[in-house]
């Protein structure tokens, strides 16, 4: 089988707190993770949990303080080969405001790639696939501060898409959005991932977001606490309240119904599985 | 209320000036306040002027358009002009109490104006006809050959595309921020200079602290993004010069020679 | 009488610029004293401008806003004492926070109220108490604080203004479940304690649902429906073709009631909706032999 | 490298001032406290910048754009180069927003004194007078903004310091 593209072994990372006389503060104790390529893994946690100090380790903004991270095989302490993680791993934020380094649309989006020195034909190429593929053609002349905020945030992703990277990290990249942009921006994720096979990290605190991953990794204060498919995940109702997480509604309706002894399956997840089950039960 | 805030006052259009390139035309316009600086004769004033013309009916822009952006400099021009007429001696033509009109001081009152509407008029083409985006552009890739001295080019032409960028979201930032502390009681209005001071604490700190963090998270991204300075850094538009340029910088350099050699004309 | 009247409100933004454009138009509604109203609508259709009207931020370009039966604009000079009545909780309302320790942060806006400082003193202390802040909490920089907790000690800041009228836009944005849950439990608690009026502006049907008692609807610059949460949601068809949409949870109740399952379609939290399914089973097991 | 795309953000700091004018002349408080804040390359960059590129999009103003950003660039540089280091020493704040205010204003009436000469090609006597009341009103403009851009750093320093603010920019610099 092909190698990993993500190999996290024992991380651990603190933060050094500006004031001398505090201690560090550990962030990170311990994390391991293999994500092999092509997966949509979604992560999952509370506020203050690591999710972002995580990601940034993924491509080098950050290094282990002890452990080991190996994208593709290259360690992240290399610093000869920085540049070549930062273009296998792109990263996306959470506020599209303050990714976008252009006026216009396109100028931004070609900004990795000329960072890189790509020849102008081939970033002009590069330019236009990417804005094709989060559907943002039409706007490629248009200043960028006249977008909505969902807009600004494809327009983030295509500037992270123009580099060709293998592997595609977002760190919240909905949390300012509305609902609408929401979508938006899954759907976009989707076809990366799906059509694309570009291998998705997603973090995110809108559970039904996580729900449309291949798998679930659910952190708790440094550490990774679950790690499944989100079927399973999700039927943990219990746990993940303990840790200030929340579960779709349908996935909940299911599981108080089973803890007042109905059966039901545990793998329910969507409104239509929900409806399904329900409808069985009723049958019978 | 101030979201799609235009800086300057681009007028998009698409005469020949506006296709000029910008390099072309930051070079002309530096030329022509060279040449308004060297003239000094009566046909070169007017050859000035319908140059002037010329290029504004070129770029559809209207009479009301210049007066507009000549309002400030009005007083200035008055208070020079009645100086003028204090201090200059000279042949009187009118004269009561202590104000004299005299000729020469006429004169100096007239070109004056003539200066300053040719600089302000031919100067403000510029922003007239070419977007923030491309004066930006043009002046980073005129700038280019400094870089060889070691003048840090690329990062200040950095520097301008990113505060271009960033004035529209910071305006309305700070609206954001005057809302809210208004929403809170916040009084700017009314009160003396002290006042008036301390009550810009709670939108200047505010303002201080997410321009810091904005720019944490910018240069996070541009690190993302493989950014890594100047060198060995590719551009996806590149400028060209067409005919439009060839022919505007011709016609300019008749123009000055014209102006220059009007100084020299015994009229 | 209606504590919130609007009369043919009208904004538009950038008048005779290029970039005109009318963000809210000929609005007319009235809100009763004690109202919990959810406000919902899709991105642009104008929630925000509507709320910046009700405690005289903006001025309308056309249309009367009545707060309390007064016509708010009528006495240009007392527009403050109108944003002291109507206190309004901007989206990220962190970003504001600005003094030097929480305390005096959430004592600025009594603090420009002519208040006296036993006042003042005393009204900082019952908002942070409603927000859950702790005394030791008080005295730390608000720079100091988690995002969640900054995001309430802004809030206090709002509250010890004691508003009649608490408008909020958006105060969950960004945070985790836990912290969402914890801000709309707290208003909710504040508004059954001082029953006052309180307008939440939401992008989650799942929480307007669950805790507001009135839904106003805003589509494309105007009102769509005002009406109680039942009677909005009971609309799904209309809810849906302007771009919203309903809970997961009634979401499943009309599909099975669709399917003819004698279920009811106005099913808003999930624990209404374990009964309901209870009581089917345990009625079905009833009828059984 | 990563410093330098800092700087650049900065300036957007000043960007607002414009729409202090209704209040007070805001532009010149913020660019003595650029300086303060950010020591005398940033800050002066964030000032020249800022002030610089409002000038050169505004028509009436585009000609003395590059003096703008040279003169501003000036002012906060001196005023940090003087007081950045030393920023609990009382008399070096003073003395570092009095000279970066004061050299502007001798740059600015330079100016004007050259232009009016030579580019205007006025006589002496009215380009002195003129001189001398654009200095009158420069200095006062110059001494309310040393007065205010004090007293604001004075409020406002401990709360950044809480905030961080200078944390992160020592933190940037040892990059
Ligand atoms: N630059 C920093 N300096 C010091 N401590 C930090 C820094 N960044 C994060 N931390 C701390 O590290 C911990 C983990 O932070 P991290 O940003 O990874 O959390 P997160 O899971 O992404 O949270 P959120 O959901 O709020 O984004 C937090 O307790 C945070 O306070
Ligand atoms: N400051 C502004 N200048 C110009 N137009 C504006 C401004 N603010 C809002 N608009 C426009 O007014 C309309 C209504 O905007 P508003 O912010 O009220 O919507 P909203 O319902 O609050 O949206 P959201 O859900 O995204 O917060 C939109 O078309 C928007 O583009
Ligand atoms: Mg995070
Ligand atoms: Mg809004």
């Not at chain 3, 909710?188 to 929480?207: A, C, F, G, P």
Request: aromatic share 8%.
């Amino acid at each position: 089988m092909k190698e990993p593209i993500i190999q996290v072994k024992d991380l651990v990372f603190s933060y050094q707190s500006s004031d001398e006389s505090l201690p560090p503060h550990r962030a990170l104790r311990g994390v391991s993770l293999e994500v092999p390529e092509g997966q949509f893994l979604a992560v999952l946690g509370h506020n203050g949990c690591g999710k972002s100090t995580l990601a940034k380790h993924l491509n080098g903004i950050l290094v282990p303080e002890s452990g080991q991270v190996l994208i593709d095989g290259i360690d992240t302490r290399d610093d000869d080969r920085i540049f070549d993680i930062r273009q296998i791993v792109g990263m996306v934020f959470q506020n599209p405001d303050n990714q976008i380094v252009a006026t216009i649309v396109e100028e931004d989006v070609a900004f990795a790639p000329e960072n890189m020195g790509v020849p102008p034909a081939e970033i002009r190429r590069r330019v236009d696939w990417a804005l094709e593929t989060v559907n943002m053609q039409k706007y490629r002349q248009q200043a960028t501060y006249q977008l909505s905020g969902g807009q600004k945030q494809r327009v983030a992703i295509a500037g992270i898409l123009a580099m060709q990277p293998r592997c595609i990290v977002l760190d919240e990249p909905t949390a300012m959005l509305d609902p609408h942009g929401r979508r938006r921006i899954l759907a976009t994720i989707r076809t990366l991932n799906r059509e694309l096979g570009m291998t998705v990290v997603l973090i995110t605190h809108y559970m039904d977001e996580a729900a449309q991953a291949d798998r679930v990794l659910v952190m708790d204060d440094g550490a990774v606490v679950m790690d499944d498919i989100p079927q399973r995940v999700f039927s943990r109702v219990t746990e993940l309240q303990a840790i200030g997480l929340d579960v779709p509604q349908p996935s909940e309706l299911a599981f108080q119904l089973r803890r007042q002894g109905v059966e039901l399956p545990y793998d329910i997840l969507t409104v239509d599985d929900c409806v399904t089950a329900l409808a069985h039960l009723l049958e019978a | 209320m101030i979201r799609d805030i235009t800086i300057g006052q681009y007028f998009t259009g698409h005469s020949a000036l506006h296709r000029m390139d910008p390099r072309t035309k930051l070079v002309l316009t530096i030329a022509y306040i060279v040449v308004l600086f060297l003239t000094d004769s009566l046909p070169g004033y007017l050859l000035a002027i319908g140059l002037l013309v010329l290029c504004y009916k070129l770029a559809h822009i209207g009479l009301k358009v210049i007066l507009r952006s000549l309002k400030p400099v009005i007083p200035l021009v008055l208070f020079t002009g009645i100086l003028n007429m204090f201090f200059i001696s000279g042949d009187v033509l009118w004269h009561w109490w202590i104000f004299r009109i005299t000729q020469q001081g006429l004169y100096f009152a007239a070109i004056m104006s003539v200066r300053i509407i040719c600089l302000i008029a031919g100067t403000s083409l510029l922003t007239y006809t070419t977007s923030p985006i491309a004066l930006t552009d043009g002046l980073e890739r005129l700038l280019a050959p400094l870089a060889k001295l070691h003048f840090p080019v690329h990062e200040l032409a950095m520097m301008m595309t990113i505060t271009l960028r960033f004035i529209p979201t910071l305006v309305e930032e700070t609206d954001k921020i005057m809302s809210a502390q208004k929403s809170r009681g916040a009084d700017m209005e009314t009160g003396g200079l002290i006042k008036r001071v301390k009550a810009l604490v709670p939108i200047l700190i505010p303002l201080f602290v997410s321009s810091f963090r904005r720019a944490d998270e910018l240069a996070l991204a541009m690190e993302c993004r493989c950014y890594r300075g100047g060198e060995g850094r590719t551009r996806m538009r590149q400028l060209h010069m067409g005919g439009v340029d060839l022919a505007a910088t011709a016609v300019m350099a008749l123009i000055c020679a014209g102006i220059i050699l009007c100084n020299y004309l015994p009229l | 009488m209606a504590i919130i009247k609007t009369t043919d409100l009208t904004y538009i933004y950038n008048a005779g610029l290029p970039t005109q454009t009318t963000a809210i138009k000929d609005i007319n509604i009235e809100i009763e004293e004690g109202a919990f109203v959810g406000v919902i609508g899709h991105t642009g259709s104008g929630k925000s401008t509507l709320i910046q009207h009700l405690n005289g931020l903006l001025r309308p370009t056309s249309g009367k806003v009545y707060i309390d039966g007064r016509d708010i604009w009528a006495h240009k000079e007392q527009i403050r004492q109108v944003r002291f009545d109507v206190g309004l909780v901007f989206q990220y309302p962190e970003y504001q926070l600005f003094e030097e320790t929480v305390y005096k942060d959430i004592a600025f806006g009594p603090g420009n109220m002519d208040l006296s400082d036993s006042e003042i003193d005393s009204r900082v202390k019952q908002a942070a108490e409603a927000v859950e802040l702790s005394p030791a909490d008080l005295q730390k920089s608000p720079f100091e604080l988690s995002g969640g907790q900054k995001r309430r000690a802004a809030i206090a800041g709002v509250l010890a203004m004691e508003p009649k009228i608490l408008i909020l836009d958006e105060p969950t944005a960004g945070l985790d479940p836990r912290g969402r849950d914890t801000i709309l439990k707290l208003i909710t608690r504040y508004h059954q304690e001082k029953k006052n009026t309180i307008l939440l502006v939401s992008h989650s049907m799942e929480d307007v649902a669950k805790f507001a008692s009135k839904v106003l609807v805003m589509s494309d610059t105007g009102v769509l429906m005002y009406d109680t949460v039942q009677a909005v949601f009971s609309h799904a068809q209309q809810i849906r073709q302007i771009g919203l949409s309903i809970p997961q949870i009634t979401q499943i109740f009309i599909q099975l009631a669709d399917r003819g399952y004698p279920v009811p379609r106005n099913v808003y939290s999930v624990e209404q909706g374990m009964r309901e399914i209870q009581k089917l089973l345990q009625g079905r097991e009833g009828g059984k032999p | 490298m990563a410093a330098m795309c800092f700087v650049a953000t900065f300036l957007r700091i000043d960007i607002p001032t414009p729409m202090g004018k209704t209040m007070l002349h805001l532009g010149n408080v913020m660019c003595l406290l650029s300086g303060l804040v950010l020591g005398p390359v940033k800050g002066g960059l964030a000032a020249g910048l800022g002030s610089g590129f409002f000038d050169l999009f505004d028509p009436a103003y585009i000609a003395g754009a590059p003096f703008t950003f040279a003169f501003k660039f000036c002012m906060a540089f001196v005023c940090g180069a003087i007081a950045h280091k030393k920023l609990d020493s009382r008399p070096r704040r003073i003395a570092g927003a009095v000279l970066g205010s004061l050299s502007y204003v001798v740059l600015y009436v330079g100016k004007n004194v050259a232009e009016g000469l030579w580019f205007y090609r006025q006589p002496f006597k009215t380009v002195l007078t003129v001189a001398a009341t654009k200095l009158s009103v420069s200095l006062t403009n110059g001494l309310i903004a040393v007065v205010v851009s004090l007293l604001l750093f004075g409020v406002m320093r401990p709360i950044l310091k809480k905030a961080g603010v200078f944390d992160r920019l020592q933190a940037r610099k040892e990059r």
